[in-house]
């Protein structure tokens, strides 16, 4: 079946620091990708997406690029800030897009000043 | 207001006791989706259902059960609760004819059951 894996966390950075959160899949076909983030007492929102093989999605200085032949969808963004504390969830759904979303397990990132 | 909506907020129940957790959405969305989240498991799919008249068990589902009263509402019930169902509850919803869709998720409910 599909499935999402990524870092385990926490992840602690220092304000303007590099980051990346890896994230591999597995699925037939060419599923949809996503990221997801909470912040602290919240739902998860949607932070960025891609619908096929080279695509790059980005929001809010956070990019990820659908990588068909590594069957990956790393986060990175260039400088992070402490507002970005958060968990950031990586996500499928299938080519049909028939099915409900499978998660990662989430990786926490504590950034501090 | 909120799209997605989700009451309670905040339970503490006692063990056996029947709870229902409710959702409703005003995006006009026919898919909703009920998830658990548990600190190290991330999300995992209790029920689903792509319409009314359509209900499908997620990889979580024994000790749940769920009602699509309309396409706005998805209930879920806890039929008696037991202590490993304390958890962060998540309900979301999608839109079938926007195809590869993002859903759009409650603020949640933080169930304990004591």
């Known amino acids: 079946g599909n499935s999402v894996t990524q870092m385990e966390g926490p992840v602690t950075l220092s304000e303007e620091a590099f980051l990346t959160i890896n994230c591999t899949y597995t699925?037939?076909?060419?599923?949809?990708l996503f990221w997801y983030v909470q912040y602290p007492g919240e739902g998860l929102q949607l932070l960025l997406k891609?619908?096929?093989?080279?695509d790059k999605g980005s929001n809010k200085g956070f990019e990820a690029t659908y990588r068909k032949e590594t069957t990956s969808f790393h986060l990175e963004k260039g400088s992070v800030q402490v507002s970005d504390s958060a968990v950031y969830f990586c996500?499928?759904?299938?080519?049909?897009?028939?099915?409900?979303?499978?998660f990662g397990k989430g990786t926490r990132l504590s950034v501090i000043a | 207001d909120a799209d997605v909506t989700q009451t309670p907020r905040n339970r503490i129940t006692k063990t056996g006791k029947r709870i229902m957790l409710e959702c409703s959405q005003t995006?006009?969305?026919?898919?909703m989706y009920w998830y658990r989240q548990d600190p190290g498991l991330g999300l995992q799919l209790i029920y689903y259902?792509?319409?009314?008249?359509?209900?499908n068990k997620g990889e979580i589902s024994d000790g749940y059960s769920v009602s699509r009263q309309a396409q706005a509402k998805f209930s879920l019930s806890l039929e008696s609760a037991i202590p490993n169902q304390t958890a962060l509850y998540f309900c979301?919803?999608?839109?079938?004819?926007?195809?590869?869709?993002?859903?759009?998720f409650g603020q949640g409910t933080r169930l304990t059951v004591v």
């Open positions: 979301a919803t999608s839109d079938s004819k926007a195809g590869h869709t993002e859903a759009f």
């Open positions: 699925a037939t076909g060419y599923p949809s």
């Open positions: 891609a619908t096929k093989a080279d």
């Open positions: 996500a499928l759904t299938a080519a049909s897009g028939n099915t409900p979303l499978v």
């Open positions: 995006k006009g969305h026919d898919r």
């Open positions: 259902s792509f319409d009314v008249k359509d209900i």
